[in-house]
C-alpha cells in the first residue's frame, strides 16, 4: 500500500495557475500508474488526467491543453499544472495509484489521497 497526500491547492481567479503535488510514501512511485480526479459540490468524482509508469499520458477532454500532468520518481512525487483556470474546475482534486493501468476508470485505481481543494473565483 502507498500513502498518497496531496498539495498546492488554494483561491485563484480565473484565468490563473496552480501547481498540485501528490507525494508518495510507503512505497516507491516509480511502482504505479497515477491518476488525478476531482469531484464538484454535488457532482459524482471524474476523471482528470492520468500517467502511466512509462510516462503515457491520458487526459480528459474538458483539461486537454490546459492541464499538464507530470511525475518525478527520483522524489516519489507526481504533479498536476493547471493553468487557464475556470470556475468549473472548482473541485476537490484526488491522486490515485494503480498497480496496473492508470486510465480514466476510477476502479483502476487502489490507492487515494484526502484531496486538496481549488477554488476558482470569477
Known amino acids: 500500500q502507498v500513502q498518497l497526500v496531496e498539495s498546492g491547492g488554494g483561491l485563484v481567479q480565473a484565468g490563473g495557475s496552480l501547481r498540485l503535488s501528490c507525494g508518495a510514501s510507503?512505497?516507491?512511485?516509480?511502482?504505479?500508474?497515477m491518476g488525478w480526479f476531482r469531484q464538484a459540490p454535488g457532482k459524482e468524482r471524474e476523471f482528470v488526467a492520468a500517467?502511466?509508469?512509462?510516462?503515457?499520458?491520458i487526459y480528459a477532454d474538458s483539461v486537454n491543453g490546459r492541464f499538464t500532468i507530470s511525475r518525478d520518481n527520483s522524489m516519489n512525487t507526481m504533479y498536476l499544472q493547471i493553468n487557464s483556470l475556470k470556475p468549473e474546475d472548482t473541485a476537490v482534486y484526488y491522486c490515485?495509484?494503480?498497480?496496473?493501468?492508470?486510465?480514466?476508470?476510477?476502479?483502476?485505481?487502489?490507492?487515494w489521497g484526502q484531496g486538496t481543494q481549488v477554488t476558482v473565483s470569477s
Open positions: 510507503g512505497r516507491t512511485l516509480s511502482l504505479y500508474g
Open positions: 500517467i502511466n509508469r512509462g510516462g503515457t499520458t
Open positions: 490515485a495509484a494503480s498497480e496496473n493501468y492508470a486510465g480514466p476508470s476510477q476502479y483502476n485505481y487502489k490507492d
